[in-house]
């Protein structure tokens, strides 16, 4: 096979740019024993609902494997480029023989493919998913813009996603587990200013055992700003106002305020929380 340069290069030969489909054409489909089959441990998805994999195992039980697994021979074993939920539901339904299509790729190629495919899918974890951003930055040097065209999303979605690896891996941890949902780990990022990351902890445990709500969350936020923060004057058009940044807020994944400074002028002010999620905000605004 041609030695593949660049980056993104030989994904083409797998997928288009926004889709995961795979072309199976005639003589490239065989069948390998499943325990010939090893998942690829760099690859970003590490939780799997196990309902989920149940549904898709009693699928498979009833009618097969209609989707083959792209892997690549890795010694004498073959290692699992796209299809790990595949793999893992045929073998709760029981299955000895898998078919595959076995592609010749390095591994810098596999590990790229592998991250773009699950990227692709809307149910990754979110703290999986920014990891696999952050590795297509830091190993690929890919751009945010880069990225959010190859998973067609948008450059802010990315950004977003971006921002929770700021919280301390204890609370990541829990997102992964599925503990604590991506919403609340986000409602969290406001208070890394003023708690501990100890006491953060508490709180994201607080949130699984008293059932906590975002919304809360939320409200603890502000009302803990309130405590450190002199009380702003009552603005004109303060729900107008108030509205625009929520509107804001929700298409950056951050903060935003609107200061008038005058009858014409004002200021919109963005929040960041550590050097990351700066950097991350400069990109999102395309400022180098």
């Known amino acids: ?17 926004n889709s995961i489909d795979i072309t199976v054409e005639e003589g490239q489909v065989t069948f390998v024993g499943i325990s010939e089959v090893e998942p690829n441990k760099s690859q970003p998805r590490k939780f799997f609902d196990k309902e989920k994999i149940a549904e898709l195992s009693t699928s498979i039980a009833e009618h097969g494997l209609l989707q083959p697994i792209i892997v690549r021979k890795v010694g004498e074993r073959y290692q699992i480029i796209s299809g790990e ?6 073998r709760m339904a029981g299955l000895t023989e898998i078919p595959v299509i076995v592609k010749d790729i390095d591994d810098k190629t596999a590990l790229e493919i592998g991250l773009i495919e699950n990227l692709q899918r809307e149910d990754l974890n979110a703290v999986e998913e920014a990891k696999g951003y952050r590795t297509l930055i830091d190993e690929y040097g890919l ?5 959010a065209k190859r998973v067609g999303k948008s450059r802010p979605v990315v950004a977003n996603a971006l921002r929770i690896l700021a919280l301390p891996q204890d609370i990541l941890d829990l997102v992964l587990a599925g503990k604590l949902t991506s919403g609340h780990a986000r409602a969290l990022l406001p208070l890394m200013e003023t708690y501990s990351p100890e006491k953060l902890l508490q709180l994201a445990k607080d949130i699984i055992d008293k059932d906590l709500t975002v919304r ?10 309130d405590k450190t923060e002199k009380q702003p004057k009552v603005r004109k058009n303060d729900i107008y106002y108030a509205e625009i940044e929520e509107n804001i807020s929700k298409q950056w994944g951050r903060k935003a305020k609107i200061t008038p400074t005058g ?5 919109i002010t963005l929040e960041y929380y550590n050097d990351d999620d700066f950097n991350a905000l400069l990109e999102a605004l395309n400022i180098n």
Request: glycine share 12%; proline share 0%; net charge positive.
């Open 1 to 17: 096979m041609k030695k593949q340069t660049g980056l993104g290069r030989g994904l083409e030969d797998l997928f288009a740019e």
């Open 85 to 90: 939920r595949r793999w893992r539901a045929s």
């Open 143 to 147: 751009t945010q813009e880069e990225i």
């Open 216 to 225: 809360q969350i939320e409200n603890l936020s502000k009302e803990k700003k």
């Open 263 to 267: 009858k014409k002028g004002g200021t």
